[in-house]
């Protein structure tokens, strides 16, 4: 018997006929990348896991770590969760900050803390408001000295126009009134009118 060699093509394979083993042999699907979440700054320092529902988490974030290391410095981790326990979520972050900042404080000045601050801006604010009562009270001089300025020219600007001319009544007036001096002065007149009277009292024939 003589034997023949056959070539087979791929696609007349049975498995590749089977529609069963088709599905069998397709590719995985895709592993989703794992994402790591970083613990909080709190949970970093203190070396413990951070949980899902931290406290700590949202107010200290991993890029953030000075942040808990001064506030723990000074208050400690135990007490800043239970002032954060005690208070609405809305109210957190404000108190996150002061004690931040109060903390920041008392590590600067050991002594006086936030009080020395306030005390250093109070003192700041006292100069300021001294430098501008002085500074008010030099503009109500300078506008004193201003309106006595106008005053005293204006006087000099009236007392150097001319005077009005005088009417007639006041000339007729002052005629009247200067009479009698004009008399005194001039005896002559007198005379004049002395003999008038006596031409016309005695009469011509006697």
């Known amino acids: 018997m003589e034997y023949r060699e056959v070539a087979i093509p791929p696609s007349s394979s049975p498995q590749s006929l089977s529609p069963k083993s088709s599905s ?14 970083s613990p909080c700054a709190a949970c970093k320092i203190l070396r413990r896991r951070c949980a899902d529902k931290c406290v700590l988490a949202p107010y200290f974030p991993p890029n953030e770590p000075t942040k808990f ?18 208070l609405p979520e809305t109210e957190r972050a404000d108190a996150v900050s002061s004690m931040v900042y109060e903390a920041s404080a008392r590590i600067r000045d050991p002594v006086y803390g936030c009080a020395g601050a306030i005390c250093q801006l109070q003192k700041q604010v006292n100069e300021l408001q001294a430098q501008l009562a002085k500074a008010q009270a030099e503009v109500v001089n300078m506008k004193l000295q201003q309106a006595n300025l106008v005053a005293i020219l204006c006087m000099e ?36 009118n002395h003999l008038e009277s006596l031409w016309e009292t005695q009469p011509l024939w006697t």
């Open 24 to 37: 069998s042999f397709s590719s995985p699907p895709p592993i989703p990348p794992s994402v790591v979440i």
């Open 157 to 192: 600007v009236a007392q150097s126009q001319p005077s009005p001319q005088q009417t007639p009544h006041q000339s007729v007036d002052n005629f009247i009134g200067n009479s009698p001096q004009s008399y005194d002065s001039n005896p002559s007149f007198l005379e004049d």
């Open 69 to 86: 290391t001064i506030a723990h410095r000074v208050f400690g981790a135990s007490n800043i969760i239970k002032f954060l326990q005690e």
